[in-house]
Nanobody, 128 residues
Framework: QVQLVESGGGSVQAGGSLSLSCVASGDISMFNRYCMGWFRQAPGSEREGVASFYMGLGSTKYADSVNGRFIISRDYDKKTLYLQMNSLKPEDSAMYYC???????????????????WGQGTQVTVSS
């Protein structure tokens, strides 16, 4: 089993920034083949993929809604995934989840992936 623990959510005014972190632990093998990502879900909406990161090669992909504003990164040795969110908008308000898909491939790692493991989520609220 793999555990994912997010932190860093909170409240901010529109135009502001927030940073999220996700630490992976547990039975992790071949971490270089993990596809990790961030998803979000607002009340009454479906969960959507925001960004993905292929841990071995460092490839990143973003949803159109956040491209140019959010940055996904990782600290491989600390098994930590980050999401820097800039120029936040009220429509970015949601519960944000960290997710992981083991034994993936670079070309299959994108925000539309179907993760095996999920974190518990952290709330992000952006006020206008």
């Amino acid at each position: 089993q793999v555990q994912l623990v997010e932190s860093g959510g909170g409240s901010v005014q529109a135009g502001g920034s927030l940073s999220l972190s996700c630490v992976a632990s547990g039975d992790i093998s071949m971490f270089n083949r993990y596809c990790m990502g961030w998803f979000r879900q607002a009340p009454g909406s479906e969960r959507e993929g925001v960004a993905s990161f292929y841990m071995g090669l460092g490839s990143t992909k973003y949803a159109d809604s956040v491209n140019g504003r959010f940055i996904i990164s990782r600290d491989y040795d600390k098994k930590t995934l980050y999401l820097q969110m800039n120029s936040l908008k009220p429509e970015d308000s949601a519960m944000y989840y960290c997710a992981a898909l083991p034994f993936s491939y670079d070309d299959l790692c994108d925000p539309k992936m179907r993760p095996t493991y999920w974190g518990q989520g952290t709330q992000v609220t952006v006020s206008s």
